[in-house]
């Protein structure tokens, strides 16, 4: 019986083309798989879900080792879209056959910075494993709250992990992960936990310096629920969300139809 292929392995992110933590999760994932790199020019923290359409993007091949990887100048969702959308197919040409065949999984990150709670909203990496869902690949962000390079490794062998063990294939269509990472490692560390999105909004304010106006804020990580991914990442466990596509309301669903119904 001959082996299974390798899974083919999709990374984005939206620190850039440059980040280190990305590029040592692509290096990791290189000796269990085929990996591709799609990852914008400069840094789109914030972006959200935010794609290019009123202008033509550039894509361009960087040296890397150990797998191939490219840069787009446009968003997260942007590099995700034109890896799963043309390259698997088409590879940098227009026609068929010089593709890369289709992606088993894509990871989005390793993001500096956390994206748990309403951070999910607004970010380009968890857009770039939320693009990767629309397209029917299963996808899964990562974030570190912290820095340390601990917490890092942590990561690391955690993607390495699902897809090692394919757990990948454990996601439904629809879905994606959003996993995020305490800030420190070792004796502090407690583990991986499944949560909910906690839905507190950040303490935003506007700080006035001349004309302009400077956005701050925080979360209110312990006002969160206790079963929710601020509360526990703040806790120091490392958090697995899945998100839906389908953003559908069900209850105000029926209570719009009905009302729709009435004579």
């Known amino acids: 019986m001959q082996n299974a292929r390798k899974p083919r392995i999709l990374i984005t992110n939206d620190d850039g083309v440059k980040s280190e933590k990305m590029h040592a999760l692509a290096g990791a994932l290189s000796q269990l798989g085929e990996v591709f790199v799609f990852a914008p020019e400069v840094e789109q923290s914030g972006v959200s879900h935010a794609f290019t359409v009123r202008r033509a993007l550039r894509v361009q091949e960087v040296p890397s080792e150990g797998y191939k990887a490219f840069t787009l100048d446009g968003t997260p969702a942007d590099c995700t879209k034109f890896a799963l959308g043309h390259y698997a197919a088409y590879g940098l040409g227009d026609t068929s056959g010089l593709g890369s065949g ?7 990150g390793i993001n500096a910075g956390e994206n748990s709670g309403v951070s999910s909203l607004y970010s380009g990496t968890v857009a770039g494993a939320r693009e990767a869902a629309l397209w029917g690949v299963p996808g899964i962000a990562l974030s570190l709250r912290g820095s340390g390079e601990g917490m890092l490794q942590v990561a690391i062998d955690f993607a390495a992990k699902v897809v090692e063990k394919r757990l990948f294939e454990k996601i439904p269509a629809g879905v994606f992960w959003n996993v995020n990472f305490p800030k420190s490692a070792g004796e502090s560390f407690k ?5 909910r999105m906690a839905l507190g909004m950040f303490t935003d304010h506007y700080a006035h310096d001349g004309e302009m106006w400077q956005l701050d804020g925080d979360k209110l990580w312990n006002e969160q629920p206790a079963d929710s991914d601020d509360y526990l990442l703040d806790k120091g466990y490392a958090t697995i969300t899945p998100h839906r596509i389908d953003q559908t309301d069900e209850e105000s669903f029926k209570e719009i139809k009905a009302l729709l119904e009435e004579k």
């Open 191 to 195: 583990g991986f936990r499944a949560t």
């Open 102 to 108: 289709p992606f088993d999984v894509c990871f989005s």
